[in-house]
């Protein structure tokens, strides 16, 4: 559908699918800026519901309860990748979805996100499409061994990847993984993980946050600190490549971009994963932007002018990760800004809140 270039009133809804924590999040931008949000999640314990005016608790292939939602909300959005590809055509027919049904398909299949980036000439790791064992074992001769073996669809966390070390690990691998296909990456050596936050609105405005690197424990991010500690030349190249990436998909909204840097005499980028939602490694804005990463998206499927994304200082972001939650009163001091997610069991590996640090 094409888009209206006029910005949404103050007072309108925005309708955002998923209630999770970056739904949450979303949703109190919106009411700082006067939009409604109307959040729709099939589970009644969304952490978003709390904070939102409007819900709907539904399945995503309820069709009765989207026209509903539809009907209501005047942009669709969403706060994560893996909304099924029939829910978000249902509502693209019936209201602007933002960002688009292209972005959603690229970033919830790791195939197409591979094609798509290479066609863009963005660097990723060497991959190739494994749909049979023979498959696989040409792959490992093709890219060598260490190798990831990815499923294609709903990986997230380091969940559906294994690592092959040995040719024989190979078929034990292939069983594991499910569904097929799967893509096998070459195992990228690189010494350290960044990511870039990005914006690009209906009248095609790009903003670009500061650099994030990231540290992962148990596949789960765990701190966010920026600057990096990277070349400016690196810097500049993620900014680059990730404001290629908006524009090639029209995008409209904030995308998170993580990178492998490659360590060498200039050491070079591969694009690990697109995100088209704000994201984790961008909450540290909230404590140092004068526009964080949840006010640009609202203000981006708004049809708004973007926000300035400068920092204003240093920054670490360290996330809350089950039990640690229970003990956030003793991490906090004049420099940390806690957001807790309201969630009720800190079961393990589950994101409880996170807390930003400012670097004096
Ligand atoms: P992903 O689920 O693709 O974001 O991967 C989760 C984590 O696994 C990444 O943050 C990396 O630490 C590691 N990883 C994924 N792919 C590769 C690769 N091709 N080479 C080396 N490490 C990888």
């Known amino acids: 559908m094409s888009q209206p270039l006029s910005p949404l009133p103050p007072g309108s809804t925005i309708g955002i699918l998923g209630g999770g924590q970056l739904g949450r999040m979303l949703s109190l931008a919106a009411s700082r800026l006067g939009l409604r949000t109307h959040i729709y999640c099939p589970d009644p314990a969304s952490p978003a519901f709390e904070v939102t005016p409007h819900k709907t608790v539904a ?3 309820d069709e009765t309860a989207l026209a509903a939602f539809a009907e209501a909300v005047d942009v669709v959005t969403y706060e994560f990748e893996n909304v099924p590809a029939a829910t978000a055509e249902f509502l693209a027919a019936r209201k602007p979805l933002r960002p688009g049904a292209n972005a959603l398909a690229i970033s919830q ?3 197409a996100e591979k094609q798509f980036l290479s066609s863009k000439n963005i660097p990723v790791a060497p991959w190739r499409a494994v749909e049979s064992l023979a498959d696989l074992e040409a792959a490992i001769a093709d890219l060598g061994l260490p190798a990831v073996l990815k499923t294609t669809r709903l990986g997230y966390d380091g969940k559906g990847q294994r690592v092959i070390r040995a040719a024989d690990e190979a078929a034990a ?5 499910q569904p097929h296909p799967l893509v096998l990456e070459a195992f990228m050596p690189f010494e350290k993980e960044i990511s870039v936050v990005i914006a690009r609105n209906g009248a095609g405005e790009v903003r670009a946050y500061d650099v994030a690197e990231n540290v992962h424990r148990d596949h789960i991010l765990f701190t966010s600190t920026v600057p990096a500690d990277i070349a400016p030349g690196v810097a500049r190249q993620a900014a680059m490549l990730a404001k290629v990436i908006v524009v090639a998909l029209d995008y409209v909204g904030v995308l998170g971009v993580e990178f492998f840097v ?3 005499e200039r050491p070079t980028l591969v694009v690990n994963e697109i995100a088209p939602r704000v994201h984790n490694s961008g909450h540290w804005t909230e404590a140092v932007c004068l526009t964080d990463q949840f006010e640009q998206h609202m203000r981006a499927v708004a049809l708004w002018p973007l926000g300035d994304p400068a920092r204003l200082a240093d920054v670490v972001m360290e996330n809350l990760i089950g ?6 009163p003793a991490r906090l001091d004049g420099d940390s800004q806690p957001h807790l997610y309201g969630k009720a069991e800190p079961r393990p590996g589950r994101k409880m809140g996170h807390i930003n640090r400012i670097r004096r």
Do not use: K, T
């Open 59 to 61: 399945a995503y292939d």
């Open 109 to 111: 299949d790791r195939l």
């Open 173 to 177: 691998a292939f069983a594991a993984l």
């Open 262 to 264: 490659i360590p060498g």
């Open 323 to 328: 039990d640690e939650v229970l003990a956030l």
